[in-house]
């Protein structure tokens, strides 16, 4: 995928915008009454749906089976990085879920080498790592009484990392509405997969109004719109750029659940110590990887 020689404001705008759209989905999952798990079955039902209307202008319904399987595979993983994303969110409260989704590059760091061959691990990426994990450590003592829900997010960002990696591996001339499609589905399916183990029953709750509304705007924003504004803005930023603004989905979610919630989503000085250090890490890495790799 070819790069141009510049990148407008636009196009960092939007990426901005994605993030931003990335950081709610806390916040909804939070404002959504149904249970963790019929969040993600709606949020990836519905979508699965637009999707499927976008992708038949653009080939969607022909993909052979042995292409469409590895991307259903894949978009299980995300299902389930989804449900316990909202489980999180759920158990504690929207500011401790997104203060652990920055540990994914510490987990990228260690799970590509063992997906990509071509990869070794960087001594860089490990010393950041080694400092999350100090700030991890930080978290769970000054905000012990939600260690459950910052638990479960951490394996939420670790199956994000093993999402990440194992779409790199299927980049393909594809259109982002034919991927999304069969994504969507796999992430359909294991969600409905997980119900009877979390909930105890295979059919998911009925939305009520308010949660119908909030699931629209799950999907349409926070998921369709979202996907899209991603793959424009990767046909025309750097790679460097792009994990740069990526990593300020929880520094934007934060402060929008401050906004929203108020003082519930209020933390100690020490969760705010250690969601920095973890910030500042991610944020800090590229350049250090320019100065020492």
Known sequence: ???????TFRDYLLMHAVVAAWGFTAILGKWVTLPPVDVTIWRTGLATFVFALLARRHGGWQVRASEAWPLIAVGAVLGVHWVLFFWSARLSTASVCLAAMPTGMLWASLIEPLIDGTRRWRPLELLVGLTMVGAVWLIYQV????????????????????FATLTKQQVSHRHWSVIGMFQMAGAFAASWA????????????????????????????????????????????????????YNLEPVYG???????????????????????????????LPWLRRWVE
């Open 1 to 7: 995928m070819s790069q141009p020689t510049s990148t």
């Open 143 to 162: 905000e012990f009484s939600y260690w459950q829900g910052f638990t479960v997010a951490i394996a939420a960002a670790m199956l994000a990392a093993v």
């Open 194 to 245: 997980c119900r009877p183990f979390l909930e105890g029953k295979l059919i998911p709750t009925m939305p009520d109004a308010a949660s119908a509304a909030g699931l629209s705007f799950l999907v349409l924003i926070c998921t369709v719109a979202a996907y899209a504004g991603f793959m424009k803005a990767l046909r025309t930023m750097s790679v460097f750029s792009m994990n740069v603004i």
């Open 254 to 284: 934060i402060l929008l659940a401050m906004l929203i919630f108020g003082r519930s989503e209020f933390m100690s000085a020490g969760f705010y110590l250690g969601a920095g250090i973890i910030m500042l890490s991610v944020l800090v």
